[in-house]
């Protein structure tokens, strides 16, 4: 893993986590991993050593290991197995931000922890990453912009507006807004900026990969409002798009009744078990892109039956889709 790719900044707080760990670092492992010269190594070293931090530089060149004196070390700190099986665990549901300082920062401060491992279940932790595991999902990849998080990241943290230009899910030219950032969430293995878009007063979702353009303004603030709560934007979806609920009725078949009851898909559902062994699910939500694509993934298992809306759109889809297979299917050649 190399961290070459970060800033001066990052790179001197992730040094100061490393050299934490328990029997210190050498040095040719730092300028390996930071892509660092001897003589920038050695800036860094005396940075940390100015801060009055018990340094100790043990060796000679680049065999040489940096550490912190163990007076430094936390003392009384001892993590459970159960606390070293959650962090793990925790980590691995995000690997979709590999690449990005979010993956970076996590993995140093799970680092900084390992002293804190009782020895009597050390070495039952060695073979966490087969024993535990979280199978990828189609995750969005954000390690082409690392800047942007950082901005989005920071505009979250010190409350700054910010200059943005957006590029719509069908493609077409951006819209630029001023935003004031809220809330940064996950969903499907993606990134999304709840935001309030000044111009219209209104707090909307924005994928974060489809920011063309990002610029926090550092010199201005706004104030986090009081009475905000982003659990409240996403009570009524099924997803991540908010929106007045509906009442939605689809009836499912037997062969998949059992699959349905074995999740709750929404807070308001309500399962209705029919003659035929289907059943019949009842929940208020937002009729939106994802509870369309839902529906729609379960084919002739399942008939929407209200609201009227959503019944046509669902129909149309499937008309569409049969027509593509009524047609001859062409080669690649004769497409050109």
């Known amino acids: 893993m190399t961290d070459d790719s970060l800033n001066k900044s990052q790179k001197f707080v ?14 040719h492992e730092l300028m390996e991993r930071f892509a660092l010269d001897a003589r920038t190594l050695r800036r860094y070293v005396a940075d940390l050593k100015d801060l009055g931090l018990p340094l100790r530089d043990d060796g000679v060149g680049t065999d040489r290991v940096l550490s912190l004196d163990p007076s430094y070390a936390r003392s009384g700190v001892q993590l459970t197995l159960a606390e070293v099986l959650s962090l793990h665990f925790g980590r691995t549901l995000f690997t979709f931000l590999d690449g990005t300082s979010f993956a970076a920062d996590l993995e140093g401060a799970i680092e900084r922890l390992q002293p804190a491992i009782a020895r009597s279940t050390s070495d039952l932790t060695r073979d966490l990453d087969r024993k535990f595991m979280a199978v990828p999902e189609h995750a969005k990849d954000y390690r082409s912009d690392p800047d942007k998080l950082d901005e989005i990241v920071s505009a979250l943290l010190y409350s700054n507006p910010a200059d943005a230009e957006y590029r719509p899910v069908r493609g077409g030219f951006g819209k630029v807004y001023r935003l004031e950032p809220l809330t940064l969430a996950t969903y499907r293995q993606g990134l999304y900026l709840f935001a309030r878009d000044t111009q219209e007063d209104k707090v909307k979702s924005f994928a974060v990969e489809r920011f063309e353009r990002f610029a926090r303004l550092r010199r201005e603030k706004f104030d986090y409002p009081v009475a905000y ?17 509906e009442l939605v009725v689809a009836r499912f078949t037997a062969a998949v009744a059992l699959f349905l009851r074995e999740r709750q898909w929404h807070p308001t559902q309500h399962l209705e078990p029919m003659t035929d062994g289907g059943v019949r699910l009842r929940m208020r939500v937002n009729v939106g ?4 694509e839902w529906l729609l993934g379960f084919g002739a298992q399942v008939r929407v039956e209200s609201p009227a809306s959503l019944v046509d759109q669902v129909r149309e889809a499937h008309h569409a889709a049969a027509a ?13």
Do not use: W
């Open 14 to 27: 992730r040094i100061f986590e490393i050299i934490q760990r328990r029997g210190g670092v050498s040095a």
């Open 229 to 245: 709560d982003p659990h409240a934007l996403v009570s009524d979806s099924f997803g991540i798009t908010s929106g007045p609920p």
């Open 289 to 292: 892109p994802e509870l369309r």
């Open 324 to 336: 593509l297979y009524m047609e001859p299917m062409m080669s690649d050649e004769q497409e050109y």
